[in-house]
């Protein structure tokens, strides 16, 4: 199983990215695909997921801004970021975790960098 995240970039606050993952091999099992984020010198914290049954989960901090979506073959979820502020600068990383215990993949990392 591969993930690879694509979108980040430089926006003015106020603006919008839509960051994509790509899963490259198996769903049987899948249960929930989420983005994840590290600002720099922080730890990392999850931003958003979607459940297998379309469950969705948002940070306090992202919510009605940010929306998280995936396409009905479940291999690509999406960040929709709206609104976006110097804070949400960070680096985004995908995540899968499946049924089985422990088994879960993170993406490379794709840098988000929101300027006032």
């Known amino acids: 199983v591969q993930l690879v995240e694509s979108g980040g970039g430089l926006v003015q606050a106020g603006g919008s990215l839509r960051l994509s993952c790509v899963l490259s091999?198996?769903?049987?099992?899948?249960?929930?695909m989420g983005w994840y984020r590290q600002p720099t010198g922080k730890q990392r914290e999850l931003v958003a997921a979607i459940a297998a049954d379309g469950t969705t989960d948002y940070a306090d901090s992202v919510k009605g801004r940010f929306t998280i979506s995936r396409d009905n073959a479940k291999t690509t979820v999406y960040l929709q970021m709206n609104t976006l502020k110097p804070e949400d600068t960070a680096v985004y990383y995908c995540?899968?975790?499946?049924?089985?215990?422990?088994?879960?993949?993170w993406g490379q990392g794709t840098l988000v960098t929101v300027s006032s």
């Open positions: 091999g198996s769903i049987f099992g899948l249960k929930r």
């Open positions: 995540n899968v975790h499946y049924d089985r215990p422990g088994l879960e993949r």
